[in-house]
């Protein structure tokens, strides 16, 4: 069974920076798009950031120039480096994992910035 271990949330003032990775685990398969998603309060969960495992990217446009995704592929871990960061940021951060011909996701971490 595939697992998901986030890490890295936490509380920061504006401006400051957090690094959240994901580890996968329980898969025989390689994986394919990993992920981070988020969703503030009332509103709809949102892409942040993904990339493929041939390292093609892809960000939000409110992250561009200030988030930076990278992945391990033999690790099956993906990491997020969140730097400028702003209150609009503050959500629960959501791992995001494809693994053919399924998605899994994670519980999800809280990340809080505070102005």
């Known amino acids: 069974q595939v697992q998901l271990v986030e890490s890295g949330g936490g509380l920061v003032q504006a401006g400051g920076s957090l690094t959240l990775s994901c580890a996968a685990s329980?898969?025989?398969?390689?994986?394919?798009?990993m992920g981070w998603y988020r969703q503030a309060p009332g509103k709809q969960r949102e892409l942040v950031a993904t990339?493929?495992?041939?390292?093609?990217?892809n960000y939000a446009d409110s992250v561009k120039g200030r988030f930076t995704i990278s992945r391990d592929n033999a690790k099956h871990t993906v990491w997020l480096q969140m730097n400028i960061l702003k209150s609009d940021d503050t959500a629960v951060y959501y791992c995001y994992v494809h693994i053919v011909p399924n998605i899994y996701w994670g519980k999800g971490i809280q990340v809080t910035v505070s102005s």
């Open positions: 329980g898969t025989r398969f390689g994986v394919n798009v």
């Open positions: 990339v493929t495992s041939a390292g093609n990217t």
